[in-house]
């Protein structure tokens, strides 16, 4: 158990008697923004190839992608069951005849017992979050929100094609219905301050979220911000930035609130900036340390918020 933030690990230990681990899939999405539907381009910090291995080879049928993770995390990590994370791109942006062919295709495989869907805040039309609903009843469930910055400006800088009016609505919609939620906001953006990315926290604070992934803006190749770095390079975040706003961020969110990842990617072929030669171990015992230093935790500002 950590003791300084509600990890997602130990929310699996509470919710499951058994190992659960968590597999991610590419289904074979697009996105609103790459399609024309809202924009082209897609945004410019993503290449799914960045962080999502399964959008590195060539495509595949869901039932294998599941499969071949199953065998490797009961092989590498013992595990027991398992959530199919359906993660490149936007999970929800089709007929709901076609997510359902998909969503059962996971839910179909041996020990699968949950869904975790990522997707954007304006591809959830009523009729998706009825059938995600309909899928709460029979598995385990989560929605996943794509926000990264509470600031339209942002937003629109990122080419999102989305605004942050349009997260609050998906998000209160989706509550409504009572599936759990988990945010994704980046700390690092581009003309970001401080004071913005703590505005963010505070907003996000204030949704009462079950759940948040947060990531360093990482420079991936093949992307639209790669090529704004080579014409001009794009100041990121030092190590000993990110931790400090990781702490900053985290201990302004409610004390149940999940907490399923505290950075983005750190090496690989993909990523050109930045390199902290640091594992994600190194990193998380830092940002203990940092929590230790300060004596505080996960919701230390909280009561400032919901005051």
Request: glycine share 6%; charged share 20%; net charge neutral.
């Amino acid at each position: 158990m950590n003791p300084y933030y509600r990890s997602y690990s130990q929310y699996l230990k509470e919710r499951f008697p058994y190992k659960v681990f968590k597999i991610p899939v590419d289904a074979g999405f697009t996105c609103p923004n790459i399609d024309g539907t809202v924009a082209y381009g897609g945004c410019t910090y993503c290449d799914n190839k960045s962080f999502s291995p399964n959008s590195r080879t060539a495509p595949r049928p869901v039932r294998d992608q599941v499969l071949s993770g199953i065998e490797f995390y009961r092989r590498r990590f013992g595990a027991q069951k398992f959530i199919v994370y359906f993660q490149a791109f936007t999970n929800t942006h089709g007929p709901t005849n076609d997510l359902t062919k998909l969503y059962d295709e996971a839910l179909a495989c041996p020990d699968v017992v949950g869904l975790s869907i990522g997707t954007r805040p304006d591809c959830v039309p009523e009729e998706v979050l009825d059938l995600l609903s309909d899928y709460a009843t029979r598995c385990h469930l989560w929605v996943e929100y794509g926000l990264q910055s509470i600031h339209d400006l942002t937003l629109s800088r990122l080419n999102r094609g989305h605004t942050c009016a349009q997260f609050v609505d998906a998000v209160e919609r989706t509550k409504r219905r009572g599936l759990p939620i988990c945010a994704h906001v980046i700390l690092g953006l581009p003309s970001e301050t401080y004071e913005m990315m703590m505005q963010t926290a505070q907003a996000v604070a204030s949704l009462d979220l079950d759940g948040l992934k947060i990531h360093h803006l990482y420079i991936a190749k093949n992307t639209a911000l790669e090529k704004a770095h080579r014409r001009n390079p794009i100041k990121t975040l030092s190590l000993e930035e990110y931790i400090g706003l990781v702490c900053d961020f985290l201990e302004w969110m409610p004390p149940l609130m999940v907490i399923q990842r505290l950075m983005g990617e750190l090496s690989g072929e993909y990523v050109v900036a930045p390199l902290w030669g640091k594992t994600k171990s190194e990193i998380l015992r830092l940002i203990d340390q940092e929590f230790s230093r300060r004596g505080t935790r996960q919701s230390a500002r909280y009561l400032n918020v919901v005051a």
